[in-house]
């Protein structure tokens, strides 16, 4: 009966906790690369994966991809939105143009990860601004429901697919790192009243 009270505490207590990460005010998004993601499809070897971090404090931007076999070489990659039905077709280029500052150009393979201060104009494309309230934060609060909706994509362009050789919809939200340490805690207390369970 103690074991039992024990590890309903333990699980109210990661309950709370866990209603608290839903909060957060940093939101990872990961994003699988491939030409079949694109609209309309491209046939290519490349893929590629990324994770978008977004801190909606400090109104940053984190980009990390990594990419490889690409067909063509790369020319510019950025992030588009917002589609009308998520998931499927094109928008506009949301970010900078004509691309991420720095990333890897004329090559197949590569890997990148910049963070974008996005009150800062120079982080996106004026035309998105512009169509999206008219001030960066505006913008930032359209890309981030944008992406909560699964309606923003990452797309990496090259010489052999103008248009886009490989992307992905940004639609996975996965928990901020405090929240991974918080459920290892939570599966080591549950773990081990379990074992003391069984001891007694």
């Not at 333990?10 to 957060?24: C, E, K, N, P, R």
């Not at 990452?154 to 939200?173: C, D, K, M, W, Y």
């Amino acid at each position: 009966m103690k074991t039992t009270a024990l590890m309903a505490s333990a699980i109210a207590t990661l309950g709370l906790f866990g209603a608290a990460s839903v909060q957060a005010e940093t939101l990872l998004y990961n994003v699988t690369l491939s030409g079949a993601n694109e609209s309309p499809p491209v046939v290519s070897g490349g893929a590629g994966f990324g994770i978008v971090t977004l801190d909606t404090t400090s109104f940053t931007m984190r980009v990390q991809s990594i990419f490889a076999g690409l067909t063509g070489t790369t020319t510019v990659a950025h992030i588009h939105c917002c589609t009308a039905v998520p998931g499927t077709a094109n928008a506009g280029v949301a970010t900078m143009t004509p691309s991420f500052a720095g990333f890897p150009a004329g090559v197949t393979t590569g890997s990148y990860d910049a963070t974008f201060d996005m009150l800062d104009s120079a982080s996106w494309n004026a035309a998105y601004i512009t169509n999206n309230g008219g001030t960066t934060a505006s913008a930032f609060g359209a890309l981030a429901a944008g992406m909560a909706s699964g309606s923003a994509y990452l797309n990496i362009h090259t010489s052999f697919a103008p248009g886009g050789e490989i992307r992905g919809f940004l639609v996975t939200q996965v928990p901020e790192p405090s929240t991974y340490a918080l459920m290892a805690l939570g599966l080591a207390v549950v773990g081990g009243l379990v074992r003391r369970r069984r001891a007694v």
